[in-house]
């Protein structure tokens, strides 16, 4: 059984950062791309971030370039979401999810999600 685990997501002011962590665990995911996912309220999931499970390309939502930072620890199958300078317009559920292949920026070609994180930016 697959599992994806969020943490790190809490109340930051304007400015701000905050690392998001996902560990993943039950099974080897050496070949499996990993994302971050945001869905605030009232709106649809959207692609924040990806990166695949060894090397390759790195991509980015035009809205966090320049401010997010994803990256992977995958001696501890973790795949980590660094937010500095943050703004109220990124107040959203963080969701991470894992898909066999690179990664893609549409939620519905991800096989597995974790159960999100709450990220909220006070003005």
């Known amino acids: 059984q697959v599992q994806l685990v969020e943490s790190g997501g809490k109340l930051v002011q304007t400015g701000g950062s905050l690392r998001l962590s996902c560990a993943a665990s039950?099974?080897?995911?050496?070949?499996?791309?990993m994302a971050w996912f945001r869905q605030a309220s009232g709106k649809e999931r959207e692609f924040v971030a990806g990166?695949?499970?060894?090397?390759?390309?790195?991509g980015y939502a035009d809205s966090v370039k320049g401010r997010f930072t994803i990256s992977r620890d995958s001696a501890k199958n973790t795949v980590y979401l660094q937010m500095n300078s943050l703004k109220p317009e990124d107040t959203a559920v963080y969701y991470c999810?894992?898909?066999?292949?690179?990664?893609?920026?549409?939620?519905?070609?991800?096989?597995?999600w974790g159960q999100g994180t709450q990220v909220t930016v006070s003005s």
């Open positions: 039950g099974r080897t995911f050496s070949s499996y791309a």
């Open positions: 990166i695949p499970w060894s090397s390759g390309p790195i």
């Open positions: 999810a894992a898909r066999g292949g690179a990664w893609l920026s549409r939620p519905q070609y991800y096989d597995y």
